[in-house]
């Protein structure tokens, strides 16, 4: 499967209360990993992918890519960001006198979401186990990230119920995002019924540019014992999903099969 990943990159401006030490304005990227190793608890966390510096030296740039956020943490908030700076000569590490101060953070991609009117619909299979739902609720939380909440919305699928959109607050996250206990869920439904509300712009995604659909479920749309949907309409969701769903070009849809999944790899998704 495709690795997907869904956290914004930020660019985070300092400005240098001295700058004696600092000789030109350019950092090879070969030097980009021992910079993140000394900027998060952990290298997964964050990833520099740029850093460059003004022409005259006082600021400089630092473009990260944020992995795995987690709950409540907020990409834009600057309370959470310190910025240290060590100089590095022969492997050795050293103190310098430049005190970077931070004068603006900025998340690039959620930037581009809105600038498009990019809005998500997230579809969560509820009967799945709870390691399972533990994934993708840290999904959903990185996502978050990426998308504000009047963006991003949540339908949640036991057995025959579909639910309606829910925005992705931190309520209804800890709140519907629990296990039932149920064989089976109308997928094909409900996903076909919530495309043709996207590619419509009903309901919350009136005047959306653009849509996407992201269904987190273990597909398992047979009956065991017969051989026979559950879902009376299977078929013919089947095939109105798959041969309409194409001819949209403003409505993407994915897929995550939750069963394919190592439990163990964050970074399959």
Not at 11 to 40: H, R
Not at 189 to 203: F, I, L, S, T, Y
């Amino acid at each position: 499967m495709s690795k997907l990943k869904y956290l914004g990159i930020a660019c985070i401006a300092l400005i240098l209360s001295s700058c004696e030490d600092i000789i030109n304005n350019y950092v090879d990227t070969s030097d980009l990993d021992i910079l993140a190793s000394y900027i998060g608890p952990a290298k997964s966390d964050m990833e520099v992918t740029d850093v460059t510096f003004s022409p005259d030296y006082k600021t400089f740039t630092v473009s990260t890519r944020m992995m795995h956020a987690g709950p409540g943490f907020s990409i834009t908030d600057s309370t959470l960001v310190r910025a240290e700076v060590t100089e590095v000569i022969d492997g050795l590490r050293h103190s310098v006198r430049a005190t970077p101060r931070l004068v603006e953070m900025r998340n690039v991609e959620a930037e581009g979401v809105a600038q498009n009117d990019l809005r998500m619909l997230i579809l969560v299979d509820r009967t799945l186990p709870g390691d399972r739902l533990e994934q993708i609720r840290h999904y959903i939380y990185d996502i978050r990230t990426v998308f504000e909440q009047d963006r991003l919305y949540l339908v949640f699928m036991d057995g025959s119920t579909i639910s309606k959109e829910f925005p992705a607050t931190d309520y209804i996250i800890e709140s519907y995002l629990k296990h039932i206990d149920q064989p089976y869920i109308y997928l094909y439904r409900a996903m076909q019924e919530n495309r043709r509300k996207m590619v419509k712009r009903e309901g919350v995604w009136k005047g959306a540019k653009r849509c996407v659909m992201l269904t987190f479920a273990a597909e398992r749309p047979y009956d065991d014992n017969s051989d026979i949907p559950y879902d009376k309409d299977h078929y013919r969701y089947e095939e109105q999903l798959v041969t309409r769903t194409m001819k949209d070009s403003t409505f993407l849809t994915y897929y995550v099969d939750m069963d394919a999944l190592d439990t163990n790899d964050d970074d399959d998704v």
